[in-house]
């Protein structure tokens, strides 16, 4: 016989009458007359089904939900109304019994995907945010946060900071949806870098401090908002974010800020803090892959960096302590750096 019409014709057995009475009268499900017939999948027996016009009488979870979607109904007033009320996609599939597929799916049927979109964003807008997450807000937008043009904070960390990183998620908890991004870029050395992202939603404190912190566009060292501001709280997300420990010194890496700027951090310690800090320049490849100045960071002499230590360790989360212990408990050193 011929090969392929051996293999077109081989389960030609399965006639309706035969699927009717496996099917219906003795009950058995897809998979299990598959089974008493030696067939490799339960698909071929689906398949014949429809074929045949024999209806579904198993309905698996796919199924129940396709049911439940095919009575979803909702006018364009009804949805609006839910967009006022700030309703997420999820809680309008809850509340509506249906999935959030078809949620969303209704909603761009009535042209109202980006207002939908945009109101989830802005459901954390008038949330008030604690004494706590304002210092991690204002000593974190010195370092590694930065402001979207949302108003929405946001920061990027390596995958071996990841223990941070989730940290500061759970401290914004109430202003996102615990969502982030894992993200692969390439070092200046070309070595693949693997980090986590996560940004908050839209938020009436972050909109004040962008601000405050960005001037044409650019990051600032706001010098007088921080000395009313910025506690020692904040401070340790600063060096949580930016610092570094070396040759008895912490060091905050503050190259992202003008010489000016870097003045105004100088004075700020001195001022805020009664702590003495030192401005240095720091190398940069130029476009001829040359080493310029161009740059500059901050370092505590050693006196001050035991003081500073001091009051930052209690908010020093374990993943970071190697950036205050390796200095902690040595003995005062006499001269400065």
Same mark, same amino acid.
């Given at each position: 016989?011929?090969?392929?019409?051996?293999?077109?014709?081989?389960?030609?057995?399965?006639?309706?009458?035969?699927?009717?009475?496996?099917?219906?009268?003795?009950?058995?499900?897809?998979?299990?007359?598959?089974?008493?017939?030696?067939?490799?999948?339960?698909? *071929?027996?689906? =398949?014949?089904?429809?074929?045949?016009?024999?209806? /579904? @009488? !198993?309905?698996?979870?796919? &199924? $129940?939900?396709?049911?439940?979607?095919?009575?979803?109904?909702?006018?364009?007033?009804?949805?609006?109304?839910?967009?006022?009320?700030?309703?997420?996609?999820?809680?309008?599939?809850?509340?509506?019994?249906?999935?959030?597929?078809?949620?969303?799916?209704?909603?761009?049927?009535?042209?109202?995907?980006?207002?939908?979109?945009?109101?989830?964003?802005?459901?954390?807008?008038?949330?008030?945010?604690?004494?706590?997450?304002?210092?991690?807000?204002?000593?974190?937008?010195?370092?590694?946060?930065?402001?979207?043009?949302?108003?929405?904070?946001?920061?990027?960390?390596?995958?071996?900071?990841?223990?941070?990183?989730?940290?500061?998620?759970?401290?914004?908890?109430?202003?996102?949806?615990?969502?982030?991004?894992?993200?692969?870029?390439?070092?200046?050395?070309? *070595?693949?870098? =693997?980090?986590?992202?996560?940004?908050?939603?839209? /938020? @009436? !404190?972050?909109?004040?401090? &962008? $601000?405050?912190?960005?001037?044409?566009?650019?990051?600032?060292?706001?010098?007088?908002?921080?000395?009313?501001?910025?506690?020692?709280?904040?401070?340790?997300?600063?060096?949580?974010?930016?610092?570094?420990?070396?040759?008895?010194?912490?060091?905050?890496?503050?190259?992202?800020?003008?010489?000016?700027?870097?003045?105004?951090?100088?004075?700020?310690?001195?001022?805020?803090?009664?702590?003495?800090?030192?401005?240095?320049?720091?190398?940069?490849?130029?476009?001829?892959?040359?080493?310029?100045?161009?740059?500059?960071?901050?370092?505590?002499?050693?006196?001050?960096?035991?003081?500073?230590?001091?009051?930052?360790?209690?908010?020093?989360?374990?993943?970071?302590?190697?950036?205050?212990?390796?200095?902690?408990?040595?003995?005062?050193?006499?001269?400065?750096?």
């Amino acid at each position: 016989m011929n090969k392929n019409y051996e293999m077109i014709h081989r389960y030609d057995f399965l006639t309706k009458e035969l699927l009717e009475q496996e099917y219906i009268t003795n009950n058995l499900t897809d998979k299990q007359i598959a089974k008493k017939y030696n067939m490799p999948t339960k698909v *071929v027996v689906w =398949r014949k089904r429809k074929k045949f016009g024999i209806e /579904n @009488k !198993f309905p698996g979870k796919s &199924n $129940k939900n396709a049911t439940k979607n095919r009575l979803f109904s909702i006018t364009k007033p009804e949805a609006e109304l839910l967009l006022q009320k700030g309703k997420s996609y999820q809680e309008i599939a809850d509340h509506m019994g249906c999935s959030i597929i078809v949620a969303k799916r209704r909603f761009d049927e009535f042209g109202l995907v980006k207002r939908q979109e945009q109101s989830e964003h802005f459901c954390y807008y008038n949330v008030e945010l604690s004494d706590s997450q304002k210092q991690m807000l204002i000593g974190s937008l010195l370092g590694d946060g930065g402001i979207t043009e949302s108003n929405a904070y946001g920061c990027t960390h390596s995958i071996k900071q990841s223990e941070y990183f989730f940290h500061k998620m759970e401290k914004l908890s109430s202003i996102h949806s615990n969502k982030f991004q894992n993200t692969v870029g390439i070092d200046p050395q070309g *070595v693949p870098h =693997r980090a986590v992202r996560f940004t908050t939603g839209t /938020n @009436k !404190f972050i909109e004040e401090l &962008n $601000k405050i912190y960005y001037f044409n566009g650019k990051k600032i060292f706001p010098y007088d908002f921080l000395m009313k501001n910025l506690e020692v709280e904040g401070l340790a997300y600063w060096y949580m974010d930016d610092g570094s420990y070396n040759s008895g010194s912490s060091r905050l890496h503050t190259e992202g800020f003008t010489y000016e700027d870097n003045l105004l951090v100088r004075k700020f310690f001195a001022e805020k803090f009664n702590m003495d800090a030192r401005i240095h320049k720091t190398a940069e490849p130029n476009e001829h892959n040359t080493r310029t100045y161009q740059q500059y960071n901050i370092s505590l002499i050693r006196s001050s960096t035991l003081r500073f230590i001091e009051l930052v360790k209690p908010f020093i989360i374990e993943s970071m302590k190697y950036k205050i212990d390796k200095n902690y408990n040595s003995p005062l050193l006499s001269s400065d750096i």
